[in-house]
């Protein structure tokens, strides 16, 4: 199963560059304990500006080149050879982004995560649309932000 995980203003803002524009260190634990075990997927921007690979969490890392050094990690040339390997497994993979791997993977993923950061802030790069092809199912409320749960809507 394919979920998506995101942190977006109420402007669906996610990236200054290469850069996530906000530090909310309780989102960091939120997203810690989400994918702590699971597998990851994510652009190259992404896992650059990271700069390793997380611990305890395989991540595979989408490049148009096949020799990338993804320090360790798998590297995937061809995101729809992933849709095939986990859209119907059983195995939860999360989504971690850029905004590109979020756009190509929306389409297949059973559900959002989605931290929707209060405040103002400066960027460049968005998350797409996706309120028509998802509804909210459940809510938390932080200090800083909430954390809202969407599942595909049924046609
Ligand atoms: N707020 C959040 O929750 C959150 C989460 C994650 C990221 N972000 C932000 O998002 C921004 C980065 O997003 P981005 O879109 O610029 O970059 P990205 O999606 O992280 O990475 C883009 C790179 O991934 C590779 N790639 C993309 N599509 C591919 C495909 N179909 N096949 C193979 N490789 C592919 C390419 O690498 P090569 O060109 O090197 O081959 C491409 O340049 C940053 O600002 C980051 O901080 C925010």
Redesign the pocket.
């Known amino acids: 199963m394919l979920k998506i ?4 203003d109420k402007n669906h ?10 530090h909310i260190k309780e989102d960091f634990k939120h ?1 810690k304990e989400t994918t702590m075990g699971h597998i990851l997927i ?8 990271i700069g390793k690979p997380l611990p305890g969490r395989k991540t595979i ?5 096949k020799d ?1 050094d993804a320090q360790g990690c798998e590297v ?4 729809m050879e992933l849709v095939n390997r986990y859209q119907n497994s059983e195995e939860v993979v999360y989504v ?9 993977f929306l389409p297949y993923c059973d559900e959002l995560i989605i ?1 929707v ?1 209060y405040g103002d802030y400066y ?3 968005y ?1 797409p649309e996706y309120e028509d092809l998802f509804e909210p199912y459940k809510e938390v409320e932080k200090e800083q932000f909430k954390i809202i749960y969407y599942h595909k809507k049924s046609n």
């Open positions: 995980i995101v942190a977006h803002l996610i990236g200054n560059g290469s850069q996530i524009p906000w997203y994510m652009g190259t921007v992404t896992f650059e500006s890392v989408l490049n148009y080149d990338y995937c040339t061809d995101y971690c982004g850029g905004a590109s791997i979020y756009k190509l931290s950061i960027g460049n790069i998350f």
